[in-house]
């Protein structure tokens, strides 16, 4: 059955080739994803030789984490290691026909990044955003092919969670967004089409949730009995788990978007802020006790 709002799929164009932008922990999920599922070649990028060591590196760590648990043939773990490559210059997408990418959430970047793929890959190339909360619009609107920008945006861990939220913006063209939900089926994702509005529709709801409970913390609410609180919501993690495996950072900057175009609903944390600038990957350490220091941050320390 087509998805509500897909255009016809006789319009989608073949995926023979990915390029990936960024070599994040994101975007090694998505090379792995790609090739496992699409099995082309999938080149990544990044600004520099460690990065892209490091995402080259995740991505075949998770196909031998695969082998290990008999998911994949050794031949096939083989073969999905040599799909996977990475290339530090952006050359390297020629002939790629679905570039997506997942680097700092920042428009000024996407935009840059987008402006300098173009020069390597043919009008028809896709290039999608894995963007959490920016405007797609927005980001295709300096470029030479707008029609070809889309969002497509998944959710983590890439592997598990099924949903992957389409977005199309005002320029996108048909042909794009039937190539976007053909590419999301072949990738086993359960695809629905959702506006091009502020944090799309699963982060504009999760964060509505995670801001009220941070601000709760924020107020004298030990973390503990704020997580004890909400348990019987039945959600498949304690908040701040979650936000651990989403990385403060992204909570915090899909918080501040959400904060900006609804000011009332989305109530901004001090201490979000200070935790991101502190550089701590979460509120808890791995072994999943709470850490020290950020619990200070969080009573006023
Ligand atoms: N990476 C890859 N695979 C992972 C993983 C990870 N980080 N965490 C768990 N898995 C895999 C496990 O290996 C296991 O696979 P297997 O069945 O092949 O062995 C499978 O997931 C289930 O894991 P577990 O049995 O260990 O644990 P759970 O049943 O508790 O499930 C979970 C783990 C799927 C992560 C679950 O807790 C969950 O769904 N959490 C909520 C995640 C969520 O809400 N994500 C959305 C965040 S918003 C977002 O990403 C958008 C962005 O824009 C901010």
Not at 44 to 58: N, S, W
Not at 73 to 93: H, M, Q, V, Y
Not at 247 to 275: M, Q, Y
Request: hydrophobic letters at 45%; charged letters at 25%; proline letters at 7%.
């Amino acid at each position: 059955k087509r998805p509500a709002g897909a255009p016809d799929k006789s319009l989608a164009r073949p995926v023979t080739k990915v390029g990936i932008v960024g070599a994040g922990l994101m975007a090694s999920q998505l090379a792995l994803l790609f090739a496992r599922r699409l099995e082309v070649p999938v080149v990544m990028t990044d600004l520099d030789q460690e990065r892209l060591d490091k995402g080259v590196g995740h991505a075949h760590a998770e196909i031998d984490k695969l082998l290990g648990k008999g998911r994949v043939s050794p031949d096939k773990a083989n073969r999905l290691k040599s799909l996977i490559t990475g290339s530090l210059g952006k050359e390297a997408f020629a002939g790629a026909d679905f570039v997506i990418e997942a680097v700092f959430e920042e428009m000024s970047v996407k935009k840059t990044v987008f402006a300098e793929v173009e020069e390597h890959v043919s009008p028809e190339c896709v290039l999608a955003t894995n963007t959490s909360s920016l405007s797609v619009s927005e980001m295709a609107s300096e470029l030479r092919h707008p029609e070809r920008v889309v969002g497509f945006h998944f959710f983590n861990p890439v592997a598990v969670l099924p949903l992957l939220e389409i977005v199309r913006g005002e320029r996108t063209d048909d042909a794009t967004l039937a190539t976007a939900f053909a590419a999301g089926g072949r990738l086993k994702k359960s695809c629905v089409l959702v506006k091009d509005a502020p944090a799309f529709v699963v982060n504009r709801v999760l964060l509505r949730l995670l801001a009220e409970i941070v601000r709760t913390v924020d107020e004298g609410t030990p973390i503990e009995v704020a997580e004890r609180s909400v348990a019987p919501l039945g959600l498949p993690m304690p908040p701040f788990v979650l936000m651990g495996l989403v990385g403060p950072a992204i909570a915090l900057h899909v918080n501040e978007t959400l904060h900006e175009a609804f000011p009332d609903r989305f109530p901004l944390s001090d201490n979000l802020a200070k935790l991101v600038a502190s550089g701590k990957p979460g509120v808890y350490l791995p072994d999943l006790s709470l850490d020290p220091e950020v619990v200070e941050i969080f009573s006023g320390g």
